[in-house]
Nanobody
Framework: QVQLLESGGGLVQAGGSLRLSCAAS????????MGWFRQAPGKQRDLVAD???????NYADSVKGRFTISRDSNKNTVYLQMNSLKPEDTAVYYC??????????????WGQGTQVTVSS
């Protein structure tokens, strides 16, 4: 099993920045990629960004150029730096870890979610 502990959400004005952190523990050897999803009220949960253990990154079109995903392997932690935030970025952000690939998920785990609210 893998446990994911998120931190860093909050309230920020449009144009501001936040950094989310997600620390993994447990069977971390089984993780092939980690990422962030978000879910706004009444909407589906969508991928925001992810990063493989090899360092390859992938971003949703809506956040390209504004968000940056990174990882600290020594700390088993993934970060999401969010700049130039917009009200439409408001959502609950969930950390995700998976075994396999994004196209062939063998097993995945979720964090508890952290609220990000961007005021206009």
């Amino acid at each position: 099993q893998v446990q994911l502990l998120e931190s860093g959400g909050g309230l920020v004005q449009a144009g501001g920045s936040l950094r989310l952190s997600c620390a993994a523990s447990g069977s971390i050897w089984s993780i092939n990629a980690m990422g962030w999803f978000r879910q706004a009220p009444g909407k589906q949960r969508d991928l925001v960004a992810d990063i493989t253990t090899g360092g390859s990154t992938n971003y949703a079109d809506s956040v390209k150029g504004r968000f940056t995903i990174s990882r600290d392997s020594n700390k088993n932690t993934v970060y999401l730096q969010m700049n130039s935030l917009k009200p439409e970025d408001t959502a609950v952000y969930y950390c995700n870890a998976l075994r396999g690939s994004r196209y062939a998920v063998r097993q995945q785990w979720w964090g508890q979610g952290t609220q990000v609210t961007v005021s206009s």
